[in-house]
């Protein structure tokens, strides 16, 4: 049987001779749907992205609250682990805990992170 399947190949005149009737793709055409998987990869990404999907997968025990750039590539993030509300910093190079947060973050306004956190670091400055 084995031996027999390019016996059956070869006896298919399209499959024996493939450039025979089968005008091969133009540069053009090739460019263009080249271009058309590369731009579907890019889109399916970016909707990747910005969906919640890859958070649920992740299990949802840890996700970052709020974000707040201190430099060219540093940053303070709120991460929620469990219950707790974490500081940390980071860097290229590594991740440092900085804080444990007492009074957890409104994680309905990210964006005033950096007044939250003005009037945390203030509070604790206090006692």
């Known amino acids: 049987m084995i031996r027999a399947f ?3 190949l070869f006896s298919l ?15 053009t055409s090739w460019l263009l749907s ?3 998987v ?5 889109v ?13 997968m ?3 025990q840890m996700r970052v609250i709020a974000s707040l750039p201190v ?4 940053k303070l993030l709120v991460v929620k682990v469990g219950e707790q509300q974490l500081l940390i910093g980071v860097t290229p190079q590594q991740v440092n805990f900085l804080y444990r947060l007492e009074a957890p973050l409104d994680e309905s306004q990210p ?3 950096s007044q939250q956190l003005g009037k945390l670091m203030g509070k604790h400055e206090k006692n």
């Open 34 to 36: 080249s271009l058309m």
């Open 58 to 60: 992740g299990g949802g």
């Open 38 to 42: 590369i731009g579907l990869i890019l």
């Open 6 to 8: 390019p016996l059956l």
């Open 71 to 74: 430099g060219y590539k540093e």
């Open 13 to 27: 005149p399209a499959l024996a001779n493939p450039g025979a009737g089968v005008n091969p793709p133009s540069l």
């Open 111 to 113: 964006q005033a992170f």
């Open 44 to 56: 399916l990404g970016f909707l990747l992205k910005k969906s919640k999907i890859a958070t649920v």
